[in-house]
């Protein structure tokens, strides 16, 4: 982990520096202009020289010896809000998602073609060829509350070529740098290293945001409403914001889905949706939907059995570090919803742990009676009834924007029609129970293409 | 505006002005045994007292408001549950938040004079209606407060109310909550800053209220002001631009109620009001008085000189973990549980705000007994997350 005395550590083109504060306006200003050197002489690294350092830097994040992965989870345990139990689940799978296998799956699944960055591929359907090219320099402002989307968005601007700057979250300010010093330690030729800078500033330093504002082709945003409103002010022409905003995800449980579903296996995977990333990440669930056409004991079968999942769960990855603020949000939730049922002359319906863990609160409100409302997080599932997918589709209108990943169980003849319907109102993924927050190599996210948006594409038609 | 509320209003006023003729009204039940002329009195038989009251009142409310015995039955808790005083931290609470979406109701028989909200600054309001006789209770209680903490006087005094003028909405309860404290110095003149502007909208006029401020301090009587702080502020921060410092008279008062808590402070959170006072008033800080209450409990936790908020014996409080919401010990933060037996009309026997705080054993003042210090409003921190949030969704609802 690395001292707070060194809290100002930055990783500057292949160097770590230490500095007694964050970088200020002119020193970042100096770092984007060496970055746009780099950009004009137009060197770039071959696809086999980044996958080569990609490799080696699995393999060592592979061994839970690794020193570098034992300085991030210590980190990780110590700065973040997640569970000791889970940052160390999350490290045994790293080293795959490193893993050159993962990042190929990625290009081709992105780009259409793995070695479109280095040569002229050729179009099916048309007599013209593409390349690929980086987009130029690239920010990365990452948000705090998974701390592997920052490195996702980081790989993602170097596997295509980019010159790289993150913005640590400040709740993460140690990951990053850990990485980032792995990488160089791999990467002996600096291939990488000497196009990427980590570093982090107080966001909302007005200064420094127009100085990236003004030289970045693109920013990729993570986080909450309010930094994004002020990363959208005043760009300049050629600077492009790619916003992975707030986000709400769901799940829909159909009859004919239910009916032939393992219960305890699909509950399990459900519960595992929620839990992870202690529900912070926008591809979690918030709300559960089950068709009217299930009967009641079913319905209580399912939540029996959920509650039980969440319980598995709970044990297996204890929930992380809340907020007082947090809690009172579960209670408060849990609390409305008691009073709706007592007010509606019906049996209250909300199981959880006494120390608010994890909340089941089933709803009384039916479909697109009411409007939805979403979940105070921290583990809490709302469970509603829908009366058919119409109804479902009318609760999310005006939403758009903000629909992300709906976990499905549902009969393979149904996928379709769903499908059909929750995308033409704004959902950018379908997929089971199990793997919403875990999103396949090479697919889109919130609806585009993550390396499309970094890379621009040069026709050649001659 | 309203054409109602002027008559409500003058209803209303006719109520208190009644009562502040006797300051006395006819025992009911055990519930006005409470009601002592100190209000700081917690010798024995006080908790017997305050135990008979809370049986009776919870009796009442299980009895005539079908939610909370609905509440109760669900939180297995009925009146033999209440034995002996320490039962009566176990008694089912009602979170404040429920009554900004039912507005819920005991049968009382009374009449309900009262219907009182919040300024609904989350977006929510709480109605609660009032009938006459906790109405009475209430301005006893509030009265006998005041004149215990010294703020009951003969000497008239221009009051210069930072809340909302009745004639626009008599609904607001802050504007309720302070037309009473308006009657406990005789009465010169009253002004309201949170008034109609040219345009026919409700705003804080600022510079109507510096000049109303400049023409009270020239009268030389005392001056009370009450309500919203910030406007209080804003209007001195006004006057000290164009007057200079401002030379309240001796014996003015400035009594705060509500406009912000802990992190909606405009002026942040090193701001310290006391150093702000004697910066640019002549106003002894010990004169300088907050006080809490809310429309759900209407009880008043008043300042003493030492700044500190005393419990009165017609209530009782602590504060919860709200990990677990276990009772705290004294000192320990958590959220303010407040109880009393005093409103028959509304099921608000024991209420759970979302305000943090704690129950101090001992004040160093005169007064006597525990004391609450408020420290801001719970949920009121950002979420790490890009998940879309509740609050999102209310601010996403309105653009809708």
Known sequence: ?462 | MNIISPIKSLIRERIIREFFRTTSYRRKNVIDDLLAEDPFDFSPPWQEKFLEAMKWGFQHHHSNCEFYRKLCDYRGFNAKSIAAFNDIWDIPFILSDVFKTYPLETKTGDLLTNEMSSSGTSGKKSRIRLDRLSGHRLMYSLYHINKALGLVTKTPANYFLMAYNPAIDETLGTTTSDVVMTYLAPRKSIYYGLDLNENGKVEFLKDRSVEKLRQFIEEGLPIRMLGFIHHICETIIGYNKKYGKAVFPARSYIISGGGWKGAINPYGASFDLYAFIKENTTLDTKNVRDLYTLIEHEVFYLECEEHNKHIPNVALACSRDPRTLKRLGYGQTGLIHLYTPLIESCPVLSLLTTDYGYVGESCACSTGGPYIKILGRAGVTKKVTCAFTADQYVSQTVKV
Not at chain 1, 312 to 319: R, V, Y
Not at chain 1, 433 to 446: E, N, Y
Request: net charge negative; hydrophobic share 40%.
């Open chain 1, 1 to 462: 982990m690395i001292d707070r005395k060194d809290m100002f550590k930055q990783f500057i083109f292949g160097d770590t520096i230490v500095s007694s504060g964050p970088l200020n306006p002119a020193e970042i200003e100096k770092l984007v202009l060496r970055g746009r050197e780099l950009k004009d002489k137009g060197e770039l690294p071959s696809q086999d020289e980044i996958l080569a350092v990609f490799s080696r830097l699995s393999k060592a994040w592979s061994d839970p010896a690794y020193q570098k992965r034992q300085e991030a989870v210590k980190a990780l345990e110590s700065n973040s809000a997640m569970s000791r139990e889970f940052i160390r689940a999350v490290f045994e799978e790293f080293a795959k998602l490193i893993s050159p296998e993962y990042i190929l799956d990625k290009l081709e699944g992105d780009l259409g073609s793995a070695d479109i960055q280095d040569k002229l591929v050729s179009q099916k359907q048309e007599d013209a060829r593409l390349i690929a090219r980086p987009a130029g320099m690239v920010l990365h402002v990452a948000s705090g509350n998974v701390f592997l989307a920052c490195i996702e968005s980081m790989i993602n601007g170097i596997i295509t070529k980019n010159i790289n700057f993150l913005k640590m979250s400040t709740d993460d300010r140690d990951f990053p740098l850990i990485f980032a010093e792995s990488i160089r330690e791999f990467d002996k030729e600096l291939v990488i290293s000497r196009r990427l800078a980590v570093f982090w500033w107080r966001g909302g330093e007005e200064k420094i945001e127009s100085v990236f504002k003004q030289h970045m082709d693109r920013i990729v945003f993570w986080g909450g409403p309010e930094a994004l409103r002020s990363w959208e002010k005043n760009l300049s022409e050629s600077a492009v914001l790619i916003r992975h905003g707030h986000k709400i995800s769901f799940g829909v449980v159909s009859r004919a889905g239910l009916s032939s579903a393992e219960l305890p296996g699909l509950t399990d995977n459900i519960a595992l949706d929620i839990a992870i990333w202690d529900q912070k990440a926008c591809n979690c669930p918030q709300m559960l939907f089950i068709e009217d056409a299930v009967p009641e004991n079913e319905v209580t079968r399912f939540i029996d059995s959920l509650s039980e999942s969440l319980k598995k769960t709970n044990n297996m990855f204890p929930p992380g570090r809340r907020s007082n603020d947090e809690y009172v949000e579960v209670m408060k939730a849990r609390e409305l919803a008691m009073a709706a049922c007592l007010a509606a002359g019906k049996p209250v319906s909300i199981i959880g742990s006494k120390t608010f863990d994890w909340t089941i609160i089933f709803e009384q409100k039916r479909g697109a009676q009411e409007s939805f409302e979403p979940s105070p997080l921290s583990r809490t599932i709302i469970i509603r009834r829908y009366a058919s997918l119409k109804s479902l589709a009318e609760l999310f209108k005006g939403y758009s924007f903000y629909l992300q990943t709906v976990g499905c169980c549902l009969d393979k003849s149904e996928v379709p029609e769903y499908a059909m319907k929750l995308s033409s109102l704004g959902v950018t993924r379908l997929c089971p129970f199990g793997i919403m927050a875990i999103p396949a190599a090479g697919t889109p996210h919130d609806g585009s293409f993550p390396l499309r948006d970094l890379i621009r594409y040069t026709v050649v038609e001659c």
